[in-house]
């Protein structure tokens, strides 16, 4: 059972660029979240989805666009990227919120190691 | 912005001692959940309590929760060399159902605790 899987894990990329970051579960979750982790920022979460074609804004939202097609996959995308886009990205996924039996328990990936120069 | 504040932000030990953290909130909850990290890696659940809840204990962890503080800490016994790591709390602000189900985590930014050999 893989969980939650990232892709790719490391990208470099120069100011402008654009690129996508792929975000796959295989538990048949519903909700599924993008965050961006900094030194001494914690965790802050970019846009999350609550169900297939569905997603909101976050505490980060600018510079990020995501989409949600399948209820599988949620896609972080950047447009122009920026050096302050520099940060490694999690993406997670649960069951739903906190209606029972659900704990409410976020399933983390890996992260994405993105760098913009 | 943060929702829950961790103290203190490093927390350096002797294998076999007890590690405390504790985690400060702004808001009312419905539950409160504490993850933790080893470095390189994504953010693993450890435990769930809810707000009707003022301890729980899962092996050699126990969160307690004082909602008239708005607090919780996280104590680990007998600590051991494999519990160096980043330890996060999560909140979910309470909100009111609508007719409509919006759940989303909001992380502090962590103790890093290490336990030396």
């Known amino acids: 059972n893989a969980g939650v899987t990232q892709t790719p894990k490391f990208r470099v990329l120069k100011t402008g660029q654009s690129m996508t970051l792929l975000c796959a579960q295989d538990m048949n979750h519903e909700y599924m979240y993008w965050y961006r982790q900094d030194p001494g920022m914690g965790l802050r979460l970019i846009h999350y989805?609550?169900?297939?074609?569905?997603?909101a804004k976050g505490e980060v939202p600018d510079g990020y666009n995501v989409s949600r097609l399948k209820k599988q996959n949620f896609l972080l995308g950047l447009e122009s990227a920026a050096p302050s886009q520099t940060s490694v990205y999690f993406c997670a996924s649960s069951y739903s919120g906190t209606l029972a039996p659900n704990t409410g328990e976020l399933f983390f990936g890996e992260g994405s190691r993105l760098t913009v120069l | 912005s943060q929702q829950g504040e961790e103290d203190p932000q490093a927390l350096s030990i002797q294998e076999g001692e007890n590690a405390t953290m504790n985690c400060s909130y702004k808001t009312s909850i419905n539950n409160l959940q504490w993850y933790r990290q080893n470095s390189g890696r994504g953010l693993v659940h450890l435990i769930l309590?809810?707000?009707?809840?003022r301890e729980k204990h899962s092996g050699r962890l126990r969160v307690t929760l004082d909602t008239s503080k708005k607090s919780s800490s996280l104590l680990i016994t007998a600590s051991r060399a494999a519990d160096t790591a980043s330890y996060f709390c999560?909140?979910?602000?309470?909100?009111?159902?609508?007719?409509?189900?919006?759940?989303?985590?909001?992380f502090g930014k962590g103790t890093l605790l290490t336990v030396n050999p």
């Open positions: 999560a909140t979910d602000a309470f909100r009111s159902h609508s007719g409509g189900s919006n759940y989303k985590l909001t």
């Open positions: 989805s609550v169900g297939e074609g569905t997603t």
């Open positions: 309590i809810r707000s009707n809840e």
